[in-house]
């Protein structure tokens, strides 16, 4: 009878704690392999500075879109509706002027050679004559004792319409400030060059309504001048050709 194959227990042993040997090695390899984590595989790996760069301009975008839109909303009230366009009226200023100073000199030269010292001529019967009267006061004979003053005011104007004209677009402006600069020359050559000296001369006035003021044709310069002005400051217009809404 053949006796079983005895298997001895004392090398189990030895290979038990090989194996767990193995097992503890295995188990640390195995967590040495498994260190790198999701966070450090993110930070090893490399920038993309593009996804970042293409961040930052489209915030910057966004933030100055909506400066950009909060005031409009806020002055839309108060922003212009037009823009100055377009070439200075420094032209149509200075033909306005010069025809105005044209015509006031021409025809105080011709009254003063022709109705001077004679009796006033009837136009339209009694209601207009002409008639030649020295003023040495302001428009229609206002202020007579401030010759030198109102020859000043005069010339202050002319250089406060030059610097005006700087920034001349609207047409009407220029029309407007032709015609106060043209009347202010017209009146000023008198107070200059006439009797009884410089810028104390006195003006000739000589176109003649019944029951009103006798005036020239710079004083009538002036007047329509400043209507004119009045007119476009109620429209809105300024000199540079900007239209604002109050």
């Known amino acids: 009878m053949e006796r079983p194959i005895e298997t001895p227990d004392t090398p189990s042993a030895p290979e038990g704690a090989d194996g767990s040997r193995r097992a503890n090695r295995a188990e640390r390899d195995g967590g040495s392999a498994e260190v790198p984590t999701v966070s450090e595989a993110e930070r090893d790996a490399p920038e993309d500075p593009e996804a970042d760069d293409g961040e930052a301009p489209r915030e910057a975008a966004d933030t100055a879109d909506a400066a950009e839109a909060e005031p409009a909303d806020g002055e839309s009230a108060e922003a212009p509706v037009a823009a100055p366009t377009g070439r200075r009226r420094i032209v149509v200023l200075l033909v306005v002027a010069a025809l105005a100073y044209t015509l006031d ?120 001048g400043g209507v004119l002005i009045v007119l476009l400051s109620f429209r809105g217009l300024d000199p540079d050709g900007t239209i604002h809404r109050d």
Not at 150 to 158: E, K, P, Q
Not at 183 to 201: K, Q
């Open 105 to 224: 000199l021409v025809t105080k030269v011709v009254v003063v050679e022709e109705l001077e010292h004679h009796e006033p001529i009837e136009v339209v019967g009694s209601l207009l004559r002409l008639d030649v009267i020295r003023n040495p006061g302001a428009a229609f004979g206002i202020g007579e004792a401030l010759t030198i003053g109102l020859s000043l005011i005069a010339a202050i104007v002319v250089v406060v319409i030059a610097r005006i004209a700087r920034k001349l677009y609207s047409t009407p402006w220029a029309i407007a400030l032709g015609l106060l600069l043209g009347g202010a020359c017209g009146n000023l050559t008198d107070r200059i060059f006439r009797s009884p000296g410089v810028f104390r001369g006195a003006v000739v006035d000589f176109i003649a309504p019944t029951h009103f003021a006798v005036f020239n044709l710079a004083d009538s310069a002036i007047v329509c």
